[in-house]
């Protein structure tokens, strides 16, 4: 079974920056996509930025020029620097990985890191 594990969630204020990161540990034979979530209150979680093995990049339309996803292949790690933010940034974030464990594909998510704008 794969963990994945954030780190880097926290308050900061309208305009600052947050830098999110997400490590993927346990036993697999690939990770195909690695990808950030956010979920408001009452809401379902909505995709924020995706990247492929391959590195191929897909960026909502909410954050698409704030936001940059990366990440290191080698290391199961994927991060997600934000900035320019603004109070509707305010959300859980959740890291999100599409596994191939070499038997069977599945996803499989974080536990949440809460983003939080203010001044």
């Known amino acids: 079974q794969v963990q994945l594990v954030e780190s880097g969630g926290g308050l900061v204020r309208p305009g600052g920056t947050l830098r999110l990161s997400c490590v993927a540990s346990g036993t697999f034979s690939s990770i195909d996509f690695m990808a950030w979530y956010r979920q408001f209150p009452g809401k379902q979680r909505e995709l924020v930025a995706e990247i492929s093995r391959g590195g191929t990049i897909k960026y909502s339309d909410s954050v698409k020029g704030r936001v940059t996803i990366s990440q290191v292949n080698a290391k199961n790690m994927v991060s997600l620097q934000m900035t320019n933010l603004k109070p509707e940034d305010t959300a859980v974030y959740f890291c999100?990985?599409?596994?191939?464990?070499?038997?069977?594909?599945?996803?499989?998510w974080g536990q949440g890191t809460q983003v939080t704008v203010s001044s």
């Open positions: 999100n990985a599409n596994i191939d464990s070499g038997d069977a594909y599945y996803t499989t």
